[in-house]
């Protein structure tokens, strides 16, 4: 990315998921090390640039997937355990909520970094030796592989992921550290996440760059979005969809099923936010391609859904891993009500695009109540919110204008903007925004008997959940 705010090139890999039981999802950390070079390779040839080009690089990256690794030959000890990962559920129903609030602004479930490594900790044989290993979510083991190892760094938005750090105190609890039996020798040095962190070797790019912005994805998009003071939110629709509400220096505790977490201010640190995790969105589109062939490519979805005038009764809720906020109910699963012999595909991938946006209602609705905060417009990125028909329909629903910018990447471009801010490149984040332009989506209508009926089916789905 140029200081003008374009792209210059665009590097792309896909990872492998590995599933090895059901509700659980990893990734090998060397295919994620592999892959970004890769794709950092292939951006640079796309834009004609070397390594002497690049004023910084900033990273952003899925935030509670765990990764563990030796510290001396930088070998992973186990493949990373994914965000999407099921397998502590048991044990979060252990866990003291109201401590876990107090301290980290999250709720007792498997999705966070914590249980995932005590899980790592307790299995792992030999089991590992705190002095010679490191512990961190994918940007910390980025920055060890760049640097070969001499920095083990992440920033207050990753760390406020792990179950483990006082979003108050803003430093790795030790009351957390002894609950989960995680030395803190293991833990990475948190710093702001715009500032230089450490640089990249030599060997990788062909020259010395400052690692100058961290952020995990999230938060990265809401910077990105130039959401940077109280009362701005977002969505970003990728595989989840994760909504953020910028709340500045105001901590908020939500009542009502959110998380409180931290993102980024306009100097690029450390600001609350109100977040909303939608486990499944794109994801499950893909389940419509990948699992049932009902699809092709997923940007069919847009023909299919405007080829019916609705959803045909059908209303699915795509709970495959749980449903996050504002319910959190780990043991919910994927389903469909209101089949008739009359359903077809399009059908089907309509209901899935609108799930997304009754989905964002729900979260949004909460962030008001909670937050106190009147807004009326919702900044939208990732790759579904290309469809021109789903961010119409998003409007329609919450009865507000859903903003989108040209370039729907806006986790990579918000890591970009926080290195830029750091070295230069942008004086401030009002400079580094007014370089995006925007397309906008004006509400057409309300669809209160739709969203009635997407209510109805989460309290069939939760109440199927429970009930066994």
Sequence with gaps: MDEGGRVRGRGYREITQHFPRPGWVEHDPEELWTST???????????????????????????????????????????AIVWQDR????????????????????????????????????????????????????????????????????????????????????????????LFGVPEEILPAVRPSSGVFAVADAEWFGAEIPIAGIAGDQQAALFGQGCVAAGTAKSTYGTGAFLLLNTGERRVRSTRGLLTTLAC????????ALEGAIFIAGAAIQ???????????????????????????????????????????????????GLTRGTTKAHLVRAALEAMAFATREVLEAMRAD???AFDELKVDGGAAANDWLMQFQADVLGARVTRPENVESTSLGAAGLAGLATGVWASAEAFAAARRFTTFRPARTVEAEWDEWKRAVRGTIAWSRDR
């Excluded at 834009?47 to 030796?70: C, S, Y």
């Excluded at 201010?265 to 609350?272: C, E, N, S, V």
């Design 371 to 373: 937050a106190g905060l």
């Design 265 to 272: 201010d306009a100097r690029g640190g450390p600001a609350y």
């Design 87 to 178: 397998r502590t559920a048991e044990r979060c129903r252990e866990l003291d909520a109201a401590l876990l609030a107090e301290k980290t602004g999250l709720v007792p479930d498997p999705y966070f970094s914590a249980t995932k490594l005590e899980w790592l900790l307790a299995h792992l044989r030999p089991a590992p030796r705190p002095d010679a290993t490191a512990f961190g979510t994918v940007d910390s083991w980025l920055v060890s592989r760049l640097t070969k190892g001499r920095a083990h760094v992440t920033d207050p938005t990753n760390a406020s992921r792990t179950l483990l750090y006082d979003i108050g105190a803003r430093r790795w609890d030790p009351e957390l550290l002894a």
């Design 287 to 337: 389940w419509l391609r990948d699992g049932l062939g009902l699809l092709r490519d997923a940007r069919e979805s847009e023909a299919l859904a405007r080829s019916v005038p609705d959803s045909g009764g059908a209303v699915f809720v795509p709970a495959f891993v749980g449903l996050g906020a504002p319910h959190w109910e780990s043991a919910a699963r994927g389903a469909i009500f």
């Design 37 to 79: 070079l890769a794709a950092a390779g292939a951006a640079l040839a796309a834009a004609r640039a070397g390594g002497r080009d690049l004023a910084a690089i900033g990273i952003t990256n899925q935030r509670e997937t765990t990764v563990l690794w030796d510290r001396t030959s930088g070998r992973p000890l186990h493949r």
